[in-house]
């Protein structure tokens, strides 16, 4: 289905950083949205991008180097739909503020991700979360909204687990995260620290593991989100890897599959309706590898230009019932990638009437 919208122009927040970057990436060329503004901090707002930005991967877009940066304000601002790469230190109070005025805020931060009436979507998995935004609107008097996307090796486990939960029901998740740099940002963690080396600690990941799953494998019944039952233990670490978080996961489940039985329903998955089609949407969005030595980062972590998720080695295991491995790109699909899907849902649906359109 053709949304009825012909083009959206939209802005970038935190424009500068490394998943600002992305975003500025991922929007050239989209047939859906043009970007028109950057913004980011006080010390970038009135220089051209080009000055402000050091470019990090493949090449800058004209038309987006000679933007002037402007300030993250919605006085400044005169896109509807805003995507937000701002750190959650200043995410809060600015994100709030647009949605507020009236803007669709696509947001990367972990602000809002567990509020009761903000969205925290993986399209394939949870679209139809998105019906909450009526109820946001109405307890926070907002003419705009907040969508956030998840922690992005949250995301790898979700994608991998919706399935198997559909048709299963999970109950526990034993996971430990080989977390790739660019998760850390520019200039992210010193080579002196991570070459040759694993560093078993990401600040506050494993408690956004935790606590995000839940609500991304939970049941919207029309009025509110209601969380997954499911008990998760998460080992969170950084590995000298550019891109690609890895996740190794044992999980038990109500009804116990056999590792035949789950690779039926993984090969056979294909999400929610609504997003087949969409431009920045995987097809497929699960890649079943059955090589012992698969997925890697290198080899796997752009398919389906970075946004599908590659499982493999499903298999047996004696302390729970499944044991698989899943990985994706963490900047990509665990960030710029999966805010723009997000978008792109919401242009489908019709939930973007009113914010105007060029």
Known sequence: MTPSVTRWPVAVLGATGAVGQAFIRLLDGHPWFDLIEVAASERSAGKSYRDAAK?????????????????????????????????????????????????????????????????????????????ILTAQRRNRGWSGAIVTNANCATTVMAAALAPLHEAFTVTKVFATT??????????????????????????????????????????????????????TSAHANRVPVEHGHTVC????????????????????WTGHEAVRGLPSAPAPALIIRDENDRPQPRRDAARGRGMATTIGRVRGDHLFDLRLVAMSHNVVRGAAGGSILNAELLVKSGQLAGLGQS
Request: charge should be negative.
């Open 55 to 131: 470019w990090l991967e493949g090449t800058l877009p004209d038309a987006v180097a000679t933007l002037t940066v402007k300030n993250c304000t919605p006085a400044e601002i005169t896109a509807p739909i805003v995507f937000s790469a701002l750190d959650s230190g200043v995410a809060g109070e600015v994100e709030a503020a647009f949605a507020k005025g009236g803007r669709m805020v696509l947001s990367n931060a972990k602000n809002y991700r567990m509020d009761a009436d903000v969205p925290l979507v993986i399209p394939e998995v949870n679209g139809d979360h998105l019906g």
């Open 178 to 231: 080989m977390q790739a740099v660019s998760g850390a940002g520019y200039p992210g963690v010193a080579s002196l620290d991570i070459l040759g080396n694993v560093i078993p600690y990401i600040g506050d990941e494993e408690p956004k593991i935790e606590t995000e799953l839940v609500k991304l494998l939970g049941r919207y019944d029309g009025t509110s989100i209601h969380h997954a039952d499911i008990v």
């Open 249 to 268: 996961m044992s999980v038990a489940f109500a009804t116990k599959p056999t590792p035949e039985q789950a690779l039926v329903v993984l090969r056979n």
